[in-house]
T-cell receptor, first 116, second 114 residues
């Protein structure tokens, strides 16, 4: 079974600075998908960024980028120019590409605090 | 228009009661899910349906019964509620065969059993 590990329960960053959230996963599959979701205090789960395992290029979405190291099974999220609105729980998630296994497996989350 | 909507947002009920949470998606997705988020914020899959067919059932007590009348709806019925059922329940949907593989989530239902 796949597992996802987020080793940083809490992180803090100064506004306008850069922060990196760590995520590692365990799988025997070669093709899969990885995601970072953000959960602000409103409770809504918001997709931040998506990475397909077959793509070597790291995904980027504006101030958010990932460092995907497939061999190391590592998928870290970098937030540049941090803003107060980035404060939230961040969840790393794994999704199999195999039919019938489309569930998301989540890490335990990292609580990000942004200091003004 | 809300893509994935679930009702109610908050539910407070007594032990032993039976309650339902409803979920609807207007994204045209063929797969819907129920996830449970516990007090430590850990999210875990409960059920998954594809075109009204149960695909995933993750060792959930049989007091929990999902029902999918059509592929746009997935409801969750819970019998004989227990204190340990208190959690946030999220409905989600995705397109199994589509290019975009992410799941879209509803706003969650906070269930409190007293």
């Amino acid at each position: 079974a796949q597992t996802v590990t987020q080793s940083q329960p809490e992180m803090s960053v100064q506004e306008a600075e850069t922060v990196t959230l760590s995520c590692t996963y365990d799988t025997s599959e070669s093709d899969y998908y990885l995601f970072w979701y953000k959960q602000p205090p409103s409770r809504q789960m918001i997709l931040v960024i998506r990475q397909e395992a077959y793509k070597q290029q790291n995904a980027t979405e504006n101030r958010f980028s990932v460092n995907f190291q497939k061999a190391a099974k590592s998928f870290s999220l970098k937030i540049s120019d941090s803003q107060l609105g980035d404060a939230a729980m961040y969840f790393c998630a794994y999704r199999s590409s195999q039919g019938g296994s489309e569930k998301l497996v989540f890490g335990k989350g990292t609580k990000l605090t942004v200091n003004p | 228009d809300t893509a994935v909507s679930q009702t109610p947002k908050y539910l407070v009920t007594q032990m032993g009661n039976d309650k339902s949470i409803k979920c609807e998606q207007n994204l045209g997705h063929d797969t819907m899910y129920w996830y449970k988020q516990d007090s430590k914020k850990f999210l875990k899959i409960m059920f998954s349906y594809n075109n009204k067919e149960l695909i995933i059932n993750e060792t959930v007590p049989n007091r929990f019964s999902p029902k999918s009348p059509d592929k746009a709806h997935l409801n969750l019925h819970i019998n004989s509620l227990e204190l340990g059922d208190s959690a946030v329940y999220f409905c989600a949907s995705s397109d199994r065969g589509g290019m975009n593989t992410e799941a879209f989530f509803g706003q969650g239902t906070r269930l409190t059993v007293v």
